[in-house]
């Protein structure tokens, strides 16, 4: 079954951040992940979202494929980078469920 991650962020270093979506990009295409959409915060019609700067939708083949990817070592070098670059949320949903 396909998963959908939900990631919004927000930004502490426009450079690194920049840095750390084009190097994460380059693991995504290894993993199959498709880019459903990406956009800049609007707004926040209920809850308490704060305020995220950016936020993006991502399908994976599958959940073992997701937990492969987060779980690389290339993409586990990255989570410094991604510290730095800001504050993110990374949710995963099953697709359908």
């Known amino acids: 079954m396909p998963v959908l991650n939900l990631s919004y962020a927000q930004i ?3 450079a ?5 979506v084009q190097r994460a990009a380059e693991i995504m295409a ?3 992940v498709e880019v459903v959409g990406r956009g800049e915060f609007a707004a926040c019609m209920a809850g308490a979202a704060g305020a ?3 936020g993006a939708v991502f ?3 599958s959940m073992a494929e997701a937990q ?3 779980a690389s070592p290339r993409y586990q070098a990255l989570i410094p980078l991604r510290e730095r670059a ?3 949320t990374i949710l995963l949903f099953d ?3």
């Open 30 to 32: 290894d993993f199959q």
């Open 86 to 88: 800001c504050e993110m």
């Open 12 to 14: 502490k270093d426009p």
């Open 52 to 54: 995220p700067t950016v």
């Open 68 to 70: 492969a990817f987060f």
């Open 16 to 20: 690194a951040f920049a840095e750390y």
């Open 95 to 97: 697709e359908g469920g």
């Open 59 to 61: 399908r994976y083949p």
